[in-house]
Structures are given as structure tokens and as C-alpha cells.
């Protein structure tokens, strides 16, 4: 069963998460507090089979180097890597959501059931974007409607959330 950990890191306190099944775990967004990080992993005794990352922001990547040499052999995921992934034991998908960023990325674990966006939804809003990019955000808004209702929501600040309450009462997502 797929398990997620949340902590928080740095001063825009920033959702660093530690997703298992089992010892295996995948890092994503590793933002600040290298050895907050790390402290977790070996108090769990987590083996990192890959490191996720949603957008390249300072804050969603100050400790990836850290991580990826903690890690050497974990599996690096960001916008680069295209369509469904499978790092044994996890299998999802990524879905491009351009408009925080041009290269923000969400990841669809959509055998759990969880959704990881990085800034861009949070609970009752939206990440920020540069006036240019509103067509990529509106673009990119409209796949909430293609996702189950009862999905959890995992974003880049803030708590958890559902898809459905979202499409309810995310002022940006009614009428999509």
C-alpha cells in the first residue's frame, strides 16, 4: 500500500514528500532541510529508487544535488521524462500542467488514488504564472475534469486536498 509523508521544508515552507511502499521510496520535490530529509529516510531505513521533481523552482529543488548524491542510483523524474513511468514498486503517470512554470509537471499515481502538483493547484487556488501564460494555465486546469473526484491532492504548500473539492470550490476551477 502506497503511503505518503509529508515534510515541510524551508522558510516558504515548501511540501517535501517521502512516498513508500514497503523500504522503497521515492523523493519528491526535495526543497530545503537536506538532513530533515535524510534523517527521515534512514530513520525509516527507506531505499530511494527515485527522486521526482514538478518544477525547478529553488524552493522545490535546494537539496536535489544532496539527494542525488545520497542517492546515486535513484531514478531522476522531472520534465524531461514523458508519459507513464513504472520504478518498481510505483507505477504512474506524468501530466504536463504548464502555466506556474513552463515546465511544471504533475504525477499521477492513479492506482492510489493521489495526485502530486507541485504549485500548481493548491487547496482553494492556484500557483502563480506570468501573464503570458494564462492559456497554459487554463490548458492545463482543464484535466482536474478527467480525474476522479475522490483523487488526494498533494501539493507544493499548504494541505491535502481532493480533486472533487476542488472542482466545488477552487474559485479558478469552477467552470472549466
Not at 509529508?6 to 521510496?25: D, P, Q, R
Not at 542525488?68 to 542510483?73: L, Y
Not at 504533475?106 to 494564462?134: H, K, Q, W
Amino acid at each position: 500500500m502506497l503511503e505518503v509523508e509529508c515534510l515541510v521544508t524551508g522558510y516558504l515552507e515548501e511540501n517535501c514528500y517521502i512516498v513508500n511502499i514497503g523500504k522503497k521510496a521515492l523523493i519528491i520535490d526535495p526543497g530545503d532541510n537536506e538532513e530533515k530529509i535524510l534523517d527521515l529516510i534512514k530513520e525509516k531505513k527507506y531505499e530511494i529508487e527515485g527522486i521526482l521533481i514538478t518544477h525547478h523552482h529553488f524552493d522545490h529543488v535546494g537539496a536535489l544535488k544532496r539527494m542525488t548524491e545520497e542517492f546515486p542510483n535513484a531514478k531522476l523524474i522531472d520534465n524531461k521524462t514523458k508519459g507513464d513511468v513504472t520504478i518498481e514498486p510505483f507505477s504512474f503517470k506524468i501530466i504536463e500542467t504548464a502555466g506556474h512554470t513552463i515546465d511544471s509537471i504533475s504525477f499521477y499515481f492513479d492506482d492510489n488514488n493521489v495526485l502530486f502538483t507541485g504549485d500548481f493547484v493548491f487547496r482553494g487556488t492556484i500557483g502563480n504564472f506570468p501573464e503570458d501564460a494564462e492559456d497554459e494555465m487554463i490548458k492545463s486546469l482543464k484535466i482536474f475534469k478527467y480525474i476522479p473526484r475522490e483523487v488526494v491532492v498533494y501539493p507544493g504548500h499548504g494541505p491535502k486536498t481532493t480533486v472533487g473539492d476542488e472542482l466545488d470550490d477552487n474559485p479558478f476551477l469552477k467552470g472549466i
